[in-house]
């Protein structure tokens, strides 16, 4: 992606806190010459050194879930993005601009076998049940085993090492405080939950 030096990440720290709050991403492969994508939550996989890596299912009946081992995919993840009008700069005169955070990656994948695409499925639900606590988390042991193997013949599971992983944080660096602290303002008066992501992702970056 276009990134410009002041926007740029590429802390894997940093980019995998993003990975685990926003989880939902997109991906994309080429099949048959066109750029084909999926949806899908995913598993962080950070104790995997280095960049870290992901674990994600699909459809079986999408066509990215007939890619093979060692099929080229690229991962997109959009987290917190908002508009900031140019009326919210205390001092610069310019035009409207979009603050965002996106994170990008790619790698091969390798599709995982029957007890790992369990896991998988397990694993995320414990992962998002985790965050609706003090409910009592759903359990895969809540389903009768004959229908969740049923289940699991409708989905494919992957996995996949980043062998390229990098951010881009576009929120007002480049502006002086005056005009940053503006945008925040601004975007806090705005008040709805987009703009607020965007301000407080401001505050950490901070100037």
Known sequence: M???SAFAVD???????VIRN????????????AVVFAYAPLILDAENGGLGGIRFHLAIGNPLAKLENGARVSMNLMAADAY???DWYRKLVTVPTWNYIAVEGEG?????????????????????????LPKPPWLIDKVPPARTEALLNGIVGFSLSFERLQGKFKLSQDKSQDDFDGAIDGLEARGDAASL???????????
Do not use: C, N
């Open 11 to 17: 802390d894997a720290s940093v980019l995998h806190d």
């Open 22 to 33: 926003r989880v939902f991403a997109t991906i994309a492969a080429v099949r048959d010459g």
């Open 108 to 132: 091969a994948v390798r599709r995982t076998s029957r007890e790992e695409l369990r896991k998988l499925v397990v694993d995320l639900s414990a992962q998002e049940e985790e965050k609706l």
């Open 2 to 4: 276009y990134r410009p």
């Open 197 to 207: 992501a965007v301000a407080r992702a401001m505050r950490r970056v901070g100037k």
């Open 84 to 86: 900031v009008s140019p």
